[in-house]
């Protein structure tokens, strides 16, 4: 522990260096060559705008397409990519043409959850790259198939879990590999916000601007209301994961990260929708405990409750036999057993770290830092966690596969009905 008294390091963003790896810093170098531009197409502009904004930053990636079923989002995107770019991107409706075009070498897909896995699995069949946005499927069956993909089609396939790019993080997690706080054995994850209600939504007759049919795409159909859209998707299962798959999964995966555990034993879950009298479907106070055999996860999400743990509304901390550490935005905070602060970090933020590890993958023919394998992971403690607080009991999983073991209703909610013709597919 020497080496981390009372220091305080502000890592710079030069630092990337440390996020990207030696190898993959070699592949950018200076600005890449015109026959080195990765061309990319983004899907889902509501969240795609501000990826797209962050890739007109990089050498090297040119947005040849933006797309969105939403008319009104399409300007937001251009706008996005007009500030920097000088070429003019396409715009689409419909995200199929951009696979079409043989010249794009990648595809963003930031549409809601119940697109994520269906996406991508058509962008690596179409010879695409992707970069998913969390959490990587609605579903845990669409996880294990992307994976299948990724790997038959030779894809990167990056997952917007973007702290597995930010130098602190990294950082962070080999100070914990390392041993700074001793034998890590437990970990918190929390989540907290003020989400106003989104009412009782009538039926109403579908906006000019929306194409609704294609916005549920592998989805079974359901007729329009006025409380589905923009964001409000995600509290239906229907089409989203909850609060647990929207924010969870971030902490969760630098838990399952800083743990070094893949699937749990046992999964158990508990809370309710405490807050608003409306449609939400999905729990607005959440509790779930992942059981690894010696090694535990905590997970607590609070929608409507702003004041979360160690005075941050997002985080995670880390409790070992000598020491506890807490992520603390960008970087963290290490305490002895006597509650002291011995050590501290800082580190930059963004989604600009976590594309440049992408475009360096493609180039590099590398695997990225959330690589889909290690985001199906993450993903599936949340999809467990939901499966279990709609089940209403705890389930046991096989600690190899993470499949639930012996419970035939809960392993029903392991994948989904589609809509006719958009069933998705095993790689062949």
């Not at 905590?298 to 807490?326: I, K, M, N, Q, Y």
Request: charged share 20%; aromatic share 8%; net charge neutral.
């Amino acid at each position: 522990m020497s080496s981390l008294n009372n220091r305080r390091v502000f890592l710079q963003s030069s630092t990337v260096a440390i996020a990207l790896g030696a190898s993959a810093v070699a592949s950018l170098g200076a600005t890449p060559a015109a026959s080195e531009t990765i061309s990319l197409g983004v899907m889902g502009l509501h969240r795609g705008s501000a990826l797209a904004a962050a890739l007109t930053t990089i050498p090297g990636a040119e947005i040849a397409y933006v797309c969105d079923v939403d008319s009104r989002a399409i300007a937001t995107g251009l706008e996005a990519v007009g500030r920097k770019q000088t070429r003019r991107p396409q715009a689409v409706g419909d995200f199929r043409k951009i696979l079409d075009d043989k010249s794009i070498d990648a595809l963003i897909v930031a549409a809601p959850d119940h697109w994520h896995a269906p996406a991508t699995l058509l962008a690596c069949a179409a010879g695409k790259h992707v970069y998913v946005e969390k959490p990587c499927s609605h579903n845990p069956r669409e996880g294990e198939l992307t994976i299948a993909a990724a790997r038959r089609q030779n894809r990167v396939v990056q997952v917007g879990t973007q702290r597995r790019s930010w130098p602190g993080i990294i950082e962070a997690m080999e100070k914990l590999h390392a041993g700074a706080i001793g034998r890590a054995l437990y970990a918190r994850a929390w989540y907290n916000n003020t989400r106003p209600s989104i009412g009782h939504g009538k039926p109403a007759t579908t906006p000019d601007w929306l194409d609704y049919r294609l916005w549920q795409g592998p989805a079974p159909e359901r007729a329009y209301k006025d409380n589905y859209l923009p964001y409000n998707w995600h509290w239906f299962w229907h089409w989203g994961t909850g609060e647990l798959g929207n924010n969870g999964v971030h902490a969760l995966d630098v838990c399952r990260w800083g743990l070094n555990v893949d699937f749990p034993k046992r999964v158990v879950s508990g809370g309710g929708k405490y807050r608003h009298d409306d449609d939400q479907e999905t729990p607005d106070t959440q509790t779930v405990t992942y059981d690894f055999g010696d090694k535990a996860i905590l997970w607590e999400g609070l929608s409507w409750s702003p004041r979360g743990l160690e005075g941050d509304s997002f985080g995670a901390s880390f409790h070992g036999d000598r020491g506890t550490l807490v992520i603390n935005g960008g970087g963290y905070k290490i305490f002895d057993m006597a509650d002291k602060e011995i050590a501290n970090a800082a580190g930059p933020t963004g989604d600009d770290l976590h594309l440049v590890n992408f475009l360096a993958s493609i180039r590099a023919s590398g695997r990225p830092h959330a690589d889909i394998e290690q985001g199906h992971r993450s993903t599936l403690l949340c999809h467990l966690g939901n499966i279990a607080y709609r089940v209403g009991r705890t389930l046991n999983c096989d600690p190899k596969t993470g499949q639930i073991q012996n419970d035939p209703e809960a392993m029903r909610l392991w994948s989904r009905e589609y809509r006719p013709g958009w069933e998705p597919q095993p790689a062949l």
